[in-house]
């Protein structure tokens, strides 16, 4: 319809436009120049009389980025008041109730979104999360797999895989994490918690490829580091582990984790001193961790310091009593401080705990330890009996006699020594030489044949402090 | 025998109580012996003279409001005031050692001088404990002298000795002999800087500006006045006279009080040129390297110090405490073991020396030396020494005695705030999470500048799911101890939390 002509010099009246600036404040939001944003949105909420949609939602995700987690909420509450039927603004309550630690809250509004919007991954992801931390695994594992069905993303299925871990289902998370691993195959953290769950799993090879791959996005990954070290160290390589430890303790000097390891590094490279230095400093950093303290008790044997080693592993016994090699370590320490009577009690407190933990395969080096102390306190028939429960549960975990030799020549070399002093030469283990080593006169601590690394994963302690 | 030697005989041997007595007896018969009341006010001066090289107190209005720093924003490294945060070995520092301000490692010897950073505001320095920042509990405006004019008061019933508003300074003033010891009368027991001035001043006109020794006292009074400029002054000109310990050591502390120390190093190295390996010189250097935290040159310095004098107090304890905490307590406890030997039998030294033995694994030692140290403490000392014994309880695997002894400390000094954090793991371990929380709380409010309670209540409030309060913990925590690992990775999870839609 033609229009009049508008009078000359007056310019038509300017509506206030409520929705007026939301590109410019999109723009600055999107740039992260939350400043300029934030001065924008002030006035845009003063024009429009705190009635632009845009302006409070964004200025709620403005504020959560900067942690004020209960004003971001306060604003998009307001969002979804001013506009109810938006599944986008009830997301934002929801989520925000999440960051605020209420999780019954946070499920029971995105219950509320599910409703209006049923096929929105993320709402099933968030309910799953939210169930998690409610500790409703089951209802939490339904949620997410939904979620993964409806679209898959990397995040749903790395909390899928957390619950799997805590119900101890490796087996599942490994299949899980594999998914994600597929999905975002450049993510070093994803990537070393899969290599992480191999390694839990026995499967090195596996363990070491993932690993590696994470540390080629990021060579500086600490986490990936350790346990690719641990690998190595676990297969001889010292020297290699040792370089890359190095990368580690320059990012995160103050870690437990990477100064337990290196001392283990050191341990198997036998500069003793090095390692009781390096685990010292582990154990100071980080007094509850019952490893540092093994470990500790375990280079003090092998420099035959046997008070210090007592000290350590009672250390260790204290944070963590069902441990049989600890007890065993300790029987090794007290039977050279000339204590029989607590030895023995040791020994026996060794066999109990392996009895009542019921671990599957059971540690040979445990009986032929007390078979050594049985022989050398002159119990000639017990220590024979012990010797022959070793020579049980070696077979269990080797298989055959020469497997068992090349696994553990030491404690295989010690069991025969002794063999040969009680003259029970006769088993399958034994027959396969002669004793020859027959002039060995009483058999030295047994527990080197084994060193027994044992690797902290990279955790998270509290740190204490010292004066 | 003749009154007069017999006091001054009991001057020499720093008999000052008879010696006054004595004087006063002489003065009694004659008031007009010169030679007497010269001798008292010496003896009077003597009672109560605290040397003011080492007395270098702040007090609250000192440390906030005299601004007489140049830069305001220095560089790092060039001021005193900046802690340098984990200063030199890497970022282990502060994991290691424990700091009292922010930033400030703990030292190994404590001196009337000793500032942390000082508080940033009135209002923190009025709500931080009275001895957070000093070795003593911190006044208005340095305490000390204020004190220690009002207790030479009491110590003399019947009325002051000499009444300084009617004495004639300008008959006093060209008599050197007269003029010395009165000044040092009136400046120390009378603690009056305004009246010494005068005289002062008067004297370097008597002696026609041409006496180096009126020139460094005039330079005192400057500096307790707070006229460091002067000061400077002054003591450039008396160094020009007569080259002069005291002098370099008193510009020194000038430009530590400037908050210049590169100039102070220059001084004492200017010092130590014509002064060849001066126990003083050496110790200023190395204190002026420590408060700018740079441990390493201070430990240097200390070792220059013992090399001289191995029975040096302070060199021996700083460089024992720095290598306690660089992982080598054998090291640390031979020191301490010659502390020990040279007489020293304090609280302090005995728990030194039992967590030495500890950690450097003398087990045989360590526990006695406890026993020592609780039978030798007073009521504030022997928290610390629970403490301790707490830790090696800990290290020992035995919690619950280590609870204990947390406990006690926290029974013997309230305001405890690392017990409070370790009572608060050891809660956390019990899985009582409210008494942690309170725990952590109580640690954080005593003591807000140390890290481990804001990181300890992040981690709880990650665990519980409460992201807000996690990222504001971890932010405090990592506005004291930026280096930190674990807490830049909490920082950046938390980050991804919140950015994620």
């Known amino acids: 319809a033609p229009k009049p002509a508008a009078p000359q010099g007056r310019k038509p009246p300017e509506l206030p436009q409520v929705e007026r600036s939301n590109w410019l404040i999109h723009m600055h939001y999107v740039r992260g120049e939350f400043d300029a944003c934030m001065r924008l949105i002030k006035e845009q909420l003063v024009d429009s009389g705190n009635l632009c949609e845009y302006a409070l939602y964004v200025q709620g995700l403005i504020l959560r980025q900067r942690g004020r987690i209960q004003e971001s909420m306060d604003a998009f509450q307001q969002c979804a008041l001013l506009n109810p039927s938006s599944v986008n603004n009830l997301k934002q309550v929801a989520r925000s109730l999440f960051l605020l630690g209420r999780h019954r809250a946070a499920a029971g509004v995105f219950q509320d979104a599910a409703k209006q919007a049923p096929d929105d991954w993320e709402i099933a992801h968030n309910l799953g999360v939210c169930c998690m931390h409610m500790r409703d695994f089951a209802q939490a594992k339904d949620h997410l797999r939904r979620a993964a069905g409806l679209r898959p993303h990397e995040s749903t299925l790395v909390q899928l895989g957390k619950i799997h871990i805590i119900e101890n289902d490796l087996q599942h998370a490994l299949e899980v994490f594999r998914r994600a691993v597929e999905l975002a195959p450049e993510n070093p953290d994803l990537l070393s918690t899969l290599g992480l769950l191999y390694m839990q799993c026995n499967q090195y090879q596996k363990a070491f490829e993932h690993l590696g791959n994470a540390l080629t996005y990021d060579p500086e990954h600490t986490k990936a580091i350790l346990a690719a070290g641990s690998i190595m160290q676990a297969h001889g390589d010292y020297d290699v582990a040792l370089t890359k430890y190095r990368v580690a303790a320059g990012n995160a000097p103050e870690s437990a984790a990477v100064w337990n390891n290196v001392g283990m590094a050191f341990f198997g490279k036998r500069k003793f001193v090095a390692a009781i230095t390096c685990l010292k400093r582990a154990a100071y950093l980080s007094p509850f961790e019952w490893k540092v303290q093994y470990n500790l008790g375990l280079v003090h044997l092998y420099t035959e310091q046997y008070a210090s080693a007592f000290h350590f592993l009672t250390a260790a016994i204290q944070l963590r009593p069902k441990m049989p090699a600890l007890y065993m370590l300790l029987g090794v320490a007290l039977s050279n401080l000339d204590d029989a009577e607590n030895c023995r009690l040791a020994y026996d407190e060794a066999l109990k705990v392996e009895k009542e933990t019921g671990s599957r395969s059971l540690d040979p080096l445990v009986a032929l330890n007390y078979a050594v102390y049985l022989y050398n306190s002159g119990d000639a028939s017990a220590s024979g009996r012990m010797l022959g429960e070793f020579e049980r549960r070696l077979q269990e975990r080797h298989g055959n006699a020469a497997a068992a030799a090349a696994e553990a020549p030491d404690a295989v070399e010690t069991g025969k020594r002794l063999a040969a002093l009680l003259n029970v030469g006769e088993s399958l283990l034994w027959r396969t030489e002669a004793p020859a080593a027959a002039a060995a006169a009483a058999a030295g601590p047994a527990d080197s044949a084994a060193p027994a690394v044992h690797r902290a994963p990279a955790g998270r302690d509290q740190p204490k402090r010292f004066a | ?501």
């Open chain 2, 1 to 501: 025998m003749d009154p007069l030697f017999q006091a001054l005989s009991l001057f020499r041997r720093r008999k000052y109580e008879k010696c006054i007595e004595k004087c006063t007896e002489i003065l009694d018969k004659n008031s007009y012996d010169e030679a007497a009341w010269l001798l008292k006010m010496q003896a009077l001066t003597e009672q109560v003279y605290v040397d003011d090289i080492e007395n270098d107190e702040d007090g609250m209005a000192e440390g906030l409001l005299d601004d007489s720093a140049i830069a305001s924003v220095a560089r790092p490294g060039t001021s005193l005031r900046v802690a340098t945060a984990g200063g030199g070995s890497g970022g282990l520092q502060q994991a290691m050692r424990p700091s009292t301000q922010s930033g400030r490692p703990v030292t190994g010897f404590v001196r009337p001088g000793t500032q942390g950073s000082g508080a940033g505001s009135l209002e923190q320095a009025l709500k931080t404990p009275r001895t957070a920042s000093n070795a003593r509990p911190v006044t208005s405006s340095s305490g000390r002298l204020v004190r220690l004019g009002t207790a030479s008061m009491l110590s003399s019933p019947d009325g002051p000795f000499i009444n300084l508003s009617r004495l004639n300074f300008s008959k006093y003033a060209p008599k050197p002999q007269m003029s010395r010891a009165l000044f040092e009368y009136i400046l120390y027991h009378e603690n009056d800087v305004r009246t010494a001035l005068q005289l002062a001043a008067m004297a370097t006109e008597a002696h026609q500006f041409q006496d180096w020794w009126w020139k460094l006292q005039l330079a005192r009074c400057y500096y307790k006045l707070g006229l460091f400029r002067d000061c400077e002054q002054q003591l450039r000109s008396a160094m020009k006279q007569q080259e002069c310990l005291e002098s370099y050591l008193l510009l020194g502390k000038v430009y530590t009080k400037l908050d210049q120390p590169l100039a102070a190093i220059d001084n004492y190295n200017q010092g130590l040129t014509k002064f060849p390996n001066d126990r003083c010189l050496l110790t200023g250097l190395a204190r002026i390297q420590e408060g700018l935290g740079n441990l390493e040159k201070a430990a240097e310095c200390y070792k220059d110090v013992l090399r001289y004098d191995a029975m040096n107090v302070e060199a021996l304890a700083s460089i024992a405490t720095q290598y306690f905490y660089n992982d080598q307590p054998e090291l640390a406890l031979k020191l301490y073991r010659r502390l020990l030997q040279l007489g020293l039998a304090s609280a302090e030294l005995y728990t030194n020396l039992a967590l030495c033995c500890f950690y450097a694994q003398q087990y045989d030692m360590c526990l006695t030396c406890f026993d020592r140290a609780i039978t030798v403490a007073k009521k504030e000392e022997l928290a610390d020494v629970w403490y301790n014994l707490g830790h090696v309880a800990l290290a020992v695997g035995d919690l619950s005695l280590s609870y204990q002894a947390f406990r006690l400390a926290l029974s013997y000094n309230n305001d405890h705030a690392e017990a409070y954090n370790n009572l608060g793991v050891l809660e956390l371990r019990r899985n009582n999470l409210e008494m942690a929380r309170s725990f952590f709380q109580a640690a954080s409010t005593l003591s807000p500048s140390m890290f481990e309670p804001h990181y300890n209540v992040a981690i709880m409030a990650e665990r519980m799911g409460d992201l807000q309060s996690a990222y504001q913990s971890v932010n405090r925590a990592q506005q004291f101890f930026p280096n930190h690992s674990d807490s830049k990775d909490m920082l950046n999870a938390l980050k991804v939390h919140f950015s994620e839609i």
